[in-house]
């Protein structure tokens, strides 16, 4: 229970300094290219807002289930995490690089989904 109380506060933490979440054109572009080469698309918010609204092909594993170690992942595919505003997507991003996987974050649907320029 200690620990759950501890992952909201950092979660409400994040989400104050940062809940404006940008990523850069190169590094969207980055993650839509492992898309493209295989990388799964994880929705790390709950399974009410998974059902509300997620990226076409995307997966739903909350954070909190990412935070107790129930993480049924394959070793060696690269991740894509996303949630509402970035706070959560960048703790799992965080919790699933130090168990070994190679991750994107891109903060939110709303970041995937937009335009971008590369030069």
């Not at 989400?15 to 850069?24: E, M, P």
């Not at 190169?26 to 998974?50: M, N, S």
């Not at 995307?58 to 509402?84: H, T």
Request: net charge positive.
């Amino acid at each position: 229970m200690k620990k759950i109380i501890c992952m909201f506060i950092l979660l409400l933490t994040l989400g104050l300094f940062s809940a404006c979440s940008k990523i850069s054109d190169e590094e969207l572009a980055e993650a839509r290219d492992a898309v493209r080469d295989g990388a799964i698309i994880v929705d790390v918010r709950t399974p009410k807002e998974f059902r509300e609204k997620h990226i076409d092909g995307a997966i739903n594993l909350p954070i909190e289930a990412i935070m107790k170690g129930n993480i049924q992942l394959p070793k060696g595919k690269e991740i894509v995490v996303y949630c509402r505003t970035g706070s959560r997507s960048r703790v799992s991003a965080k919790v699933l690089r130090e168990k070994g996987w190679n991750v994107y974050d891109v903060a939110t649907q709303g970041e995937w989904e937009r335009e971008i320029e590369l030069k």
